[in-house]
């Protein structure tokens, strides 16, 4: 379905398809774009790698450097790799775990070549440890939302998620469009519904933390990642 397609059955299923409506295209489109980073959210749907989008999964390191900024379209780090030498796969681990492998390794100035890479200390940020001792690329493997270019804007996009039925994102424009803050438009009830048929369809939200360490783990080494 296309963003027009999408709205006139936001519009069918809210009964709002008599002039004037209750809520307008600009409403019903932002919406749309919600549902579209909602899936994401919640399927781990969009996913991209170092191959596939050099400019997002390739990343700069600098030596002396322990900290790497990511784009802010991705959700968590799937995989990574530094790309100098032989390539090799990094271990992802969250702070509480290199402290049990390492003890105090957030206060050591150690230096060398990375393997291990921390997840969860910041929003945007991984953490490389040891400090990397020379420039290199990390190469990642990412679950990511949709970019600014993929955004549904006219009539004709389709969201960039190929879904089973991409009606069940209609669920969600009506979610909100239910949640006006408006004496006509606001029925926080049917708003429920609709967010349990939404979930239904996609499963329930993850929090901010468990995003943060889908790729986390603590309990076993990772193999080399080739990219």
């Known amino acids: 379905m296309n ?3 999408l709205r006139a059955a936001a519009r069918a299923r809210l009964d709002d398809t008599v002039e004037p409506t209750l809520w ?24 991209d790698d170092a191959e596939g989008n050099a400019e997002l999964c390739q990343v700069a390191v600098t030596a002396g450097e ?24 990094l271990r992802l681990l969250d702070a509480a775990s290199l402290d ?41 493997r990412v679950w990511r939302m949709p970019s600014e270019d993929e955004q549904l804007v006219g009539e004709t996009d389709e ?5 089973p ?17 408006d004496a006509e438009a606001q029925d926080l009830a049917a708003a429920g519904r609709h967010l349990n ?10 929090t901010l933390r468990e995003i943060a360490l889908w790729g986390a783990t603590p309990t076993r080494v990772r193999h080399a990642v080739m990219f």
């Open 3 to 5: 963003l027009g397609e």
């Open 24 to 47: 307008s295209d600009e409403e019903l489109d932002r919406w749309a774009n919600n549902a579209v980073r909602e899936v994401c959210i919640r399927t781990r749907t969009l996913k």
């Open 66 to 89: 322990a900290s790497v900024a990511i784009d802010p379209v991705i959700l968590a780090v799937q995989a990574a790799a530094l790309a100098g030498g032989r390539c090799h796969g």
């Open 100 to 140: 049990r492998l390492e003890p105090g390794w957030a206060e050591r100035n150690e230096q060398g070549t990375p393997w291990a890479c921390v997840v969860g200390l910041r929003q945007n940020l991984l953490r490389l440890f040891p400090t990397p001792a020379a420039d290199d690329t990390l190469r990642l």
């Open 159 to 163: 969201p960039v998620l190929a879904l």
């Open 165 to 181: 039925n991409a009606e069940d994102l209609v669920h969600w424009i009506c979610y909100e469009a239910y949640q006006k803050k």
């Open 197 to 206: 048929l939404f979930a239904e369809a996609f499963g329930e939200r993850p």
